[in-house]
Antibody
Framework: QVLLVQSGAEVKKPGASVRVSCKAS????????INWVRQAPGQGLEWLGL????????DYAQKFQGRVLMTTNTSITTAYLELTRLTSDDTAVYYC????????????WGQGSPVTVSS | DIQLTQSPSSLAAFVGGRVTISCRTS??????LNWYQQHPGKAPKLLIF???RLRSGVPSRFSGGGSGTEFTLTISNLQPEDFATYFC?????????FGGGTKVES
């Protein structure tokens, strides 16, 4: 099965940007769907959007439109999440996850990348 | 956006017991309802997809059901490793949304 390994923890100042990576093992990266989900401390799960490595097409949650960018590098089977104009509300663990069966369920998930936004 | 309301938000249970968690959606979502388990400090893991289909490798004590706007996750013969937080998710349309979670405690 695919294994997703994410980049490490980040600490950023308000107004800065952060980029999180998600490297996939296995043979099906090009035909997969990569979703990004975040979880603020002690809170639930929030979907940010998805990217299709084959086409580069994206679908972002409206809440993040204008300050989120999801990309992939198929040559190294890695997906990226960039979030700009950070505020303390963006402090969370960010997860990538494969959307199976054209996004009907998420399996597997990466281990998570903690992002802290603090002055 | 489709809202998912889970209940209860937490519950106390014992090893060997049975628990049922509810997930109510703000509109009908066909069978696009999934359940995930999350232990503290860990990523969520898929348990059940398509309302009632058990992911390979997940013990049969987990079961899902429901239709329309009312769905349930049931854990029978609760084991120590089942104490965790459970989330429902709808993938009927975007933005994809999750329930608020149910923490199963001892």
């Amino acid at each position: 099965q695919v294994l997703l390994v994410q980049s490490g923890a980040e600490v950023k100042k308000p107004g800065a940007s952060v980029r999180v990576s998600c490297k996939a093992s296995g043979n099906n990266f090009i035909t997969s769907e990569i979703n990004w989900v975040r979880q603020a401390p002690g809170q639930g799960l929030e979907w940010l959007g998805l990217v299709l490595p084959m086409t580069g097409n994206t679908d972002y949650a409206q809440k993040f439109q204008g300050r989120v960018l999801m990309t992939t590098n198929t040559s190294i089977t890695t997906a990226y999440l960039e979030l700009t104009r950070l505020t303390s509300d963006d402090t969370a663990v960010y997860y990538c996850a494969i959307g199976e069966a054209r996004g009907q369920w998420f399996d597997p998930w990466g281990q998570g990348s903690p992002v802290t936004v603090s002055s | 956006d489709i809202q998912l309301t889970q209940s209860p938000s937490s519950l106390a249970a014992f090893v060997g017991g049975r628990v049922t968690i509810s997930c109510r959606t703000s509109q009908t979502i066909s069978t696009f309802l999934n359940w995930y388990q999350q232990h503290p400090g860990k990523a969520p893991k898929l348990l059940i997809f398509g309302v009632s289909r058990l992911r390979s490798g997940v013990p049969s004590r987990f079961s899902g059901g429901g239709s329309g706007t009312e769905f349930t996750l049931t854990i029978s013969n609760l084991q120590p490793e089942d104490f965790a937080t459970y989330f429902c998710q709808q993938t009927f349309n975007t933005p994809l949304t999750f329930g608020g979670g149910t923490k199963v405690e001892s």
